[in-house]
């Protein structure tokens, strides 16, 4: 698990490398959660960059209704729900409203 959740870490490092600075740090808090819980530097709410609030929501939509996801897919009404449902605590509620005016 430790050694999965060095992605993040490990895709900043790549993509600075790169003069991408802006989107290293998104890469790097795409898997920190609203309520503080996520990785890698526990980071909540506002702390968390914008784009990467962004990314997090879109990766999870994306494996919730993806068949080529890693489980079986959902359909946008039941992923809306789970996401709702977890907005204030993994997500940015204000994103996951965002993402149903658009989907």
Same mark, same amino acid.
């Given at each position: 698990r430790r050694l999965f959740q060095q992605?993040?870490?490990?895709?900043e490092h790549l993509l600075q490398d790169c003069g991408l600075d802006d989107l290293a740090?998104? %890469?790097r808090h795409h898997h920190e959660r609203w309520d503080g819980r996520g990785y890698p530097d526990h980071l909540g709410g506002d702390q968390i960059p914008?784009?990467?609030?962004l990314v997090h929501v879109a990766e999870v939509w994306d494996v919730l209704t993806a068949a080529t996801s890693y489980r079986r897919p %959902?359909?946008?009404k039941r992923?809306?729900?789970i996401m709702r449902t977890a907005g204030g605590?993994?997500?940015d509620p204000e994103l996951v409203e965002c993402l149903a005016r658009v989907v």
């Amino acid at each position: 698990r430790r050694l999965f959740q060095q992605h993040s870490v490990v895709g900043e490092h790549l993509l600075q490398d790169c003069g991408l600075d802006d989107l290293a740090r998104a %890469v790097r808090h795409h898997h920190e959660r609203w309520d503080g819980r996520g990785y890698p530097d526990h980071l909540g709410g506002d702390q968390i960059p914008l784009l990467a609030r962004l990314v997090h929501v879109a990766e999870v939509w994306d494996v919730l209704t993806a068949a080529t996801s890693y489980r079986r897919p %959902v359909g946008g009404k039941r992923a809306l729900e789970i996401m709702r449902t977890a907005g204030g605590e993994q997500f940015d509620p204000e994103l996951v409203e965002c993402l149903a005016r658009v989907v």
